[in-house]
């Protein structure tokens, strides 16, 4: 795999959870390396250079909440990426996001159970300071003062101005969207990367709206506190909407998010790309598919008359996979199913004449069942049916 990586920094309570998603049916779940900084402890900068040195050729993207510092020496081997937000939302968001935390977590950074505004938004927890207050532009200077607790310039409130210069320059230099508008930002991110399609998009770990609405107190606070995020995101909008009217540069990432089958090998779940409608893999190696989309997978056959085989894990032991259909670009297609052992199904099909150019191939399940029918208890608000483990096509 040759030419530039995709590098997603992902800002805090930006939609990056959604994103990952795409990105990881897009590309592969193991193609998506998200660098685990939290656990970096004062290694960021060395994690980060090896990452580059020994990690990018079985990459197609990396990811993390990542600040500029440490990235600023590698960004010739990146195509980088971020998202945007509202500086007052995104606050709120990690308000409301907090909140819903267990005791453990809010204990680790220094809140407890039931805290309130004044004592978020006033919290010198590091973790919780840098975030309400300009981590959009603590994420995007290359200035590491900003990442640092152990400097005076990470506790200011009122912090220069020329760091709001320095954020903004540096993302003229990045791709980047906006959440408030994530149907252009996809297109215009597809475009850029020169994609078969615009990007699918999701919502996941979205924060419900269940606290009270702010006070005009409380969103002076806010604005005191995030005024170059304020002032970074007013430029950022018009720089977007500019982008948003013409043409991207297409790279050839596009190639990336197209499957290519070994003829007659299987391909676990977590190494194909081109897949819309998945869940992330799971670590037992499979992925559900989605209740709200149908799932499909883009390829190129490596033949052109071929069978292809599904490997399936079923939510139930009598799950009706004789009622799963199959449908290969546009057209339904009759297959086999059968059990392999519980809960495991197989699902063959063809031999079919394959198209020279991109294939299409969906799965739809007859029925998906709540978690929580097997689950009560589960918080998991999912409707699952079937997972997907592995791909083969064969001769």
């Keep these: 795999m040759t030419g530039r990586r995709l590098l997603f920094l992902h800002i805090p309570k930006t939609a990056g959870t959604s994103l990952l998603l795409t990105l990881r049916n897009l590309f592969g779940d193991n193609r998506v390396l998200r660098a685990d900084v939290e656990g970096a402890s004062g290694r960021l900068e060395e994690m980060i250079a090896d990452i580059v040195a020994t990690r990018l050729p079985t990459i197609s993207c990396l990811a993390g909440h990542i600040p500029m510092y440490a990235m600023a020496p590698h960004l010739e081997q990146f195509r980088p990426f971020t998202v945007l937000r509202d500086p007052v939302?995104?606050?709120?968001?990690?308000?409301?996001?907090?909140?819903?935390?267990?005791?453990?977590t809010l204990s680790a950074i220094g809140l407890r159970p039931e805290f309130d505004f004044d004592e978020f938004i006033s919290s010198r927890h590091h973790g919780v300071f840098e975030q309400v207050t300009n981590g959009m532009c603590r994420m995007l200077t290359d200035d590491i003062r900003l990442s640092d607790p152990n400097s005076d310039v990470f506790w200011k409130i009122d912090p220069e101005a020329g760091h709001g210069e320095r954020a903004l320059a540096m993302l003229e230099r990045l791709d980047f969207g906006l959440v408030e508008e994530m149907g252009r930002t996809n297109r215009l991110l597809a475009d850029c990367w020169g994609l078969p399609d615009t990007l699918e998009e999701y919502s996941e770990n979205a924060t419900a709206r269940e606290e009270p609405e702010p006070s005009p107190a409380q969103l002076q606070l806010i604005l005191h506190r995030n005024m170059l995020d304020c002032a970074l995101y007013q430029r950022a909008a018009a720089l977007f909407r500019t982008r948003a009217a013409t043409e991207g540069g297409a790279t050839a990432i596009g190639k990336w998010a197209t499957f290519h089958p070994v003829l007659d090998v299987?391909?676990?779940v977590g190494d194909i790309p081109g897949r819309r409608g998945?869940?992330?893999t799971e670590g037992n190696g499979f992925a559900w598919l989605r209740?709200?989309?149908?799932a499909q997978i883009r390829f190129v056959a490596p033949a052109r008359v071929a069978q292809i085989r599904l490997q399936l894990y079923c939510i139930t032991d009598d799950y009706p996979i004789d009622r799963i259909e199959l449908w290969l670009n546009g057209s339904r297609v009759s297959r086999r199913a059968r059990w392999l052992s519980p809960r495991w199904c197989g699902l063959e099909l063809g031999p079919l004449e394959l198209r020279p150019e991109v294939n299409e191939l969906a799965i739809l399940p007859p029925i998906?069942?709540?978690?929580?029918?097997?689950?009560?208890?589960?918080?998991?608000?999912?409707?699952?049916?079937?997972a997907l483990s592995s791909v083969t096509v064969g001769e």
Excluded at 94 to 102: E, G, K, Q, S
């Design 89 to 104: 939302d995104r606050v709120l968001s990690l308000y409301r996001f907090l909140r819903r935390m267990p005791e453990q």
């Design 266 to 268: 299987p391909a676990p």
């Design 278 to 280: 998945f869940h992330e």
């Design 291 to 294: 209740a709200d989309r149908a």
């Design 368 to 386: 998906f069942f709540s978690v929580r029918k097997f689950q009560p208890d589960s918080r998991d608000p999912r409707h699952l049916s079937v």
